[in-house]
């Protein structure tokens, strides 16, 4: 699965980030990203997980290998959903400065909103930060709508 430059951008920037996996009984759970960078010359993403924080996601997906991320724009809810392989790495120097970045940058967008800052501070932490990659095969459209659902992007 290729996505475009806007796709690129938009995963990237001040966006929430779910993530959706399930265990090896097929349970499933939900945590939340803290950062996300795109793999250029790959169909790859990387996003970043408290591990404190989520430690089910982190343990789902070392165990099946598989994991949903879903990024939706807090201003007008805009939301793309990201499928495939996932694998886990450490974290490094370069990824504790991505994310202080994202949690900044969301903290802005979300504070635009009027969510205050007691709720937002909750849910973004580096803590035990792990670093999941996503070799993507879908990309689909999530924004409440007609097209809800409607894969983009080209195959690869």
């Given at each position: ?45 990387e996003?970043?997980?408290?591990g ?8 789902n ?19 793309l ?11 490094t120097a370069?990824?504790l ?11 802005t ?6 969510v ?8 973004l932490?580096n803590?035990?930060?792990?670093i ?6 879908a ?7 007609s ?10």
């Amino acid at each position: 699965m290729r996505f475009d430059e806007e796709i690129a951008e938009f995963i990237a920037g001040p966006v929430m980030m779910v993530i959706g996996t399930c265990d090896g009984a097929n349970q499933p759970d939900v945590g939340r990203g803290v950062g996300c960078r795109v793999l250029l010359g790959t169909e790859a993403i990387e996003v970043l997980i408290s591990g404190w924080q989520w430690p089910d996601t982190v343990a789902n997906i070392r165990e099946t290998g598989e994991a949903a991320f879903t990024f939706v724009r807090p201003s007008d809810y805009r939301s793309l959903q990201l499928k495939g392989a996932a694998s886990l790495r450490e974290p490094t120097a370069d990824d504790l400065a991505l994310c202080e970045r994202y949690i900044a940058g969301v903290t802005t967008a979300l504070a635009e909103q009027g969510v205050p800052s007691s709720m937002i501070d909750v849910w973004l932490t580096n803590r035990e930060l792990a670093i999941a990659r996503l070799d993507v095969r879908a990309v689909s459209i999530k924004t409440p709508g007609s097209s809800a659902g409607s894969l983009v992007g080209a195959q690869a």
